[in-house]
């Protein structure tokens, strides 16, 4: 994969397309921030992620904007989904099971500017910052780049 990848998404369908071509390279470890405005499409992305990794276009994946964090179980690995938009200070996320959620599964964290930048710069595994910024109503502009 190369450093960065840009990707003009010009429809829902489109922006499930790139989730699910990234959820083929995932590997346990790996650490996705989604980073863009309220209402840029962050969970949309992460759901069409997870079932495409889960294989399970039926799996429902509801928000975790109110419980924080969802667990997804798969023979192959688990996948964290957090939403830290409600986060009051960085520290919460241990209550929330980090430190197992990163030894050894795969994360999508939305909202990752409320974690202290060391939780990621730190982090054994790799880690993706994906920007999804809004350009029209069905248009997204999105850059994928392996920051560790």
């Not at 369908?13 to 980073?35: F, R, S």
């Not at 276009?57 to 830290?84: A, G, K, M, N």
Request: hydrophobic residues 35%.
């Amino acid at each position: 994969m190369p450093e960065i990848q840009n990707y003009k998404a010009q429809s829902p369908g489109e922006m499930d397309q790139i989730a699910k071509n990234l959820a083929k390279t995932v590997q346990i470890g790996d650490i996705y921030a989604l980073k863009g405005d309220l209402g840029a499409g962050k969970t949309h992305f992460a759901r069409a992620f997870i079932r495409s990794a889960l294989n399970d276009t039926t799996l429902e994946v509801p928000s975790p904007t109110f419980t924080l964090v969802q667990l997804y179980e798969s023979p192959q690995y688990p996948i964290w989904h957090f939403d830290l938009y409600r986060l009051e200070h960085s520290d919460e996320i241990y209550e929330l099971g980090w430190e197992e959620a990163i030894s050894g599964a795969v994360c999508l964290v939305e909202w990752p500017e409320r974690l202290d930048p060391q939780m990621l710069s730190s982090h054994q595994g790799r880690v993706f910052e994906i920007n999804i910024d809004v350009e029209g109503p069905n248009t997204r502009n999105i850059s994928i780049k392996k920051v560790k």
